[in-house]
């Protein structure tokens, strides 16, 4: 039997929601097909559900810090509706053209260590899932699995960085959900 992750972190955009390049309207918020389901598996499992997103709009000034708090209540709320939920956010608001360097900007660890942090987990019994390299970077550094979702947004860059790291490659959520679970991949989402 596969040896479930103590948690599972997740990117947002573009792996549980739609990106919508810089979304900054709770009306924008698109959750993508089978993503709740998805996330509800994993919660159904009493694994934490942890979102790890950059929000480099709010130090570009493209939105603000309320504007990405309305655009989580509605990602929450559209999940919930579901039956799902996210036991934690953590976001990043830099920007290196605007900020200077940062600690926390994916593929930094800060965020994924402040929540490591906060939950007590072993970094090497955790789960990385996002739509590109920087979202699973860290299992490299830090320890755990990453898989990476093939979205829109992944360059073939990121591919070919997750296929040198040994990252696997999922095509959607639920096909994440079942690689870390051990179970068949599905045909496509619900």
């Given at each position: 039997?596969?040896?479930?992750?103590?948690?599972?972190?997740?990117?947002?955009?573009?792996?549980?929601?739609?990106?919508?390049?810089?979304?900054?309207?709770?009306?924008?918020?698109?959750?993508?097909?089978?993503?709740?389901?998805?996330?509800?598996?994993?919660?159904?499992?009493?694994?934490?559900?942890?979102?790890?997103?950059?929000?480099?709009?709010?130090?570009?000034?493209?939105?603000?810090?309320?504007?990405?708090?309305?655009?989580?209540?509605?990602?929450?709320?559209?999940?919930?509706?579901?039956?799902?939920?996210?036991?934690?956010?953590?976001?990043?608001p830099d920007h290196?053209?605007v900020t200077g360097?940062?600690?926390?900007?994916?593929?930094?660890?800060?965020?994924?260590?402040?929540?490591?942090?906060?939950?007590?987990?072993?970094?090497?019994?955790?789960?990385?899932?996002?739509?590109?390299?920087?979202?699973?970077?860290a299992s490299r550094?830090?320890?755990?699995?990453?898989?990476?979702?093939?979205?829109?947004?992944?360059?073939?860059?990121?591919?070919?960085?997750?296929?040198?790291?040994?990252?696997?490659?999922?095509?959607?959520?639920?096909?994440?959900?079942?690689?870390?679970?051990?179970?068949?991949?599905?045909?496509?989402?619900?």
């Amino acid at each position: 039997m596969t040896r479930l992750p103590d948690a599972v972190f997740l990117d947002r955009d573009g792996t549980v929601m739609e990106d919508a390049h810089y979304i900054k309207s709770p009306d924008q918020v698109r959750l993508i097909p089978g993503a709740s389901a998805a996330v509800k598996r994993i919660n159904d499992a009493k694994v934490p559900v942890i979102v790890v997103t950059n929000q480099s709009g709010i130090g570009r000034g493209m939105f603000t810090v309320k504007d990405y708090e309305a655009v989580k209540n509605r990602f929450e709320s559209l999940l919930a509706q579901d039956g799902a939920h996210v036991d934690a956010s953590y976001y990043c608001p830099d920007h290196p053209s605007v900020t200077g360097p940062s600690r926390c900007r994916k593929p930094a660890t800060k965020m994924f260590e402040d929540a490591i942090r906060d939950f007590d987990l072993d970094p090497v019994k955790v789960a990385y899932v996002g739509d590109r390299w920087r979202d699973v970077a860290a299992s490299r550094k830090l320890g755990g699995q990453g898989i990476m979702i093939s979205s829109p947004m992944t360059t073939e860059e990121d591919r070919r960085k997750a296929e040198e790291d040994g990252i696997q490659i999922a095509r959607w959520l639920l096909d994440a959900v079942d690689m870390l679970f051990g179970l068949t991949q599905k045909d496509g989402p619900a």
